[in-house]
C-alpha cells in the first residue's frame, strides 16, 4: 500500500505551486504527481527540478494523461488532492479520476492564509495549507529566494538591468520592476524618448509574458519634466 500520494495542479502561479510542494515535504509523500497541462508542462519541470532537494519522488502527468498514471498505483492508496491552482477543467478531471480509480475518498487540503479587507487583500500572518477533513492538521507554506523565484519562471535579472531593476518580495510572491528614467544629454531629444519608451514596452511585456500580469507590479522614476514630449 503507498503510504501517501499527493496530486498538484500547476497553473499559472508556479511558485505559489513550489510552496505547496513545499509545505508537504515534511511529511513526507511516498509520491507527488504534479498535474500539468500543456501551457505548465514546462513550469512543471522547473518546480520538479527546484524541489530535487526537498522531494524526491516527483512525478509529471499531463492532465489528460493522469488516467494512465494513476492506474500504476495500488486502489488502495491514500490519495491527498490539494485543490485551488490551474482551472476548473484540471481540478474537475483531478476528482474525475481519482474517485473513479480509488477505494477510499481523497483527502482534500487548501491553502489560506489571513488577508487585510482593503485592496487586493495582502497577506497579513502565516500562510497555511489545510486539511479539510481534519481542522487539526495545517502545514506552514514557506517563503521562497529570490534565486528560486527566478529558476521557476524561468528569466535572469541581469536581462531587465539596463532597464531598470527587477526584484522579488517573498511575503507577498510578487515581482516589482522599477524602470530607470534615462539621465542624459539625449533625453532632450524626441527621438531619443520614443525609442526608450519602445524599448521600456518590450521589455514590460516580456515580462508580464514569463510571469503574468498577477505576479508583476510595474513603477517608473519620475519622468523629465522637460521638454514637454516626455509628458506625453
Known amino acids: 500500500m503507498e503510504s501517501s500520494i499527493f496530486l498538484i495542479p500547476v497553473g499559472k502561479s508556479p511558485v505559489h505551486c513550489y510552496r505547496l510542494l513545499c509545505a508537504i515535504s515534511g511529511k513526507p509523500p511516498s509520491k507527488v504527481i504534479l498535474v500539468v497541462s500543456d501551457e505548465t508542462k514546462d513550469s512543471g519541470i522547473r518546480i520538479k527540478n527546484a524541489s530535487k532537494n526537498s522531494v524526491e519522488n516527483i512525478l509529471i502527468s499531463n492532465y489528460m494523461d493522469l488516467d494512465s498514471e494513476l492506474k500504476t498505483i495500488s486502489a488502495d492508496s491514500k490519495v491527498n488532492i490539494i485543490s485551488g491552482p490551474a482551472t ?135 519622468l523629465p519634466s522637460r521638454p514637454r514630449f516626455w509628458l506625453n
Not at 203 to 220: A, F, I
Open 88 to 222: 476548473r477543467e484540471i481540478n474537475l478531471k483531478i476528482w474525475f479520476e481519482v474517485v473513479s480509480r480509488f477505494n477510499f475518498m481523497p483527502s482534500i487540503w487548501i491553502d489560506h492564509g489571513r488577508r487585510t479587507k482593503r485592496g487586493n487583500g495582502k497577506l497579513i500572518g502565516e500562510h497555511y495549507l489545510h486539511n479539510l477533513g481534519n481542522k487539526d492538521e495545517k502545514l506552514p507554506l514557506p517563503n521562497v529566494s529570490i534565486s528560486i523565484a527566478t529558476e521557476i519562471y524561468g528569466i535572469e535579472l541581469d536581462h531587465y538591468s539596463s532597464v531598470g531593476e527587477l526584484s522579488w518580495n517573498e511575503k507577498e510572491s510578487k515581482f516589482y520592476f522599477r524602470i530607470n528614467c534615462p539621465k542624459n544629454a539625449d533625453v532632450d531629444k524626441q527621438d531619443y524618448a520614443l525609442s526608450w519608451e519602445t524599448s521600456v514596452k518590450h521589455y514590460v511585456e516580456n515580462l508580464r509574458t514569463k510571469l503574468g500580469h498577477h505576479v508583476l507590479k510595474v513603477s517608473h522614476e519620475e
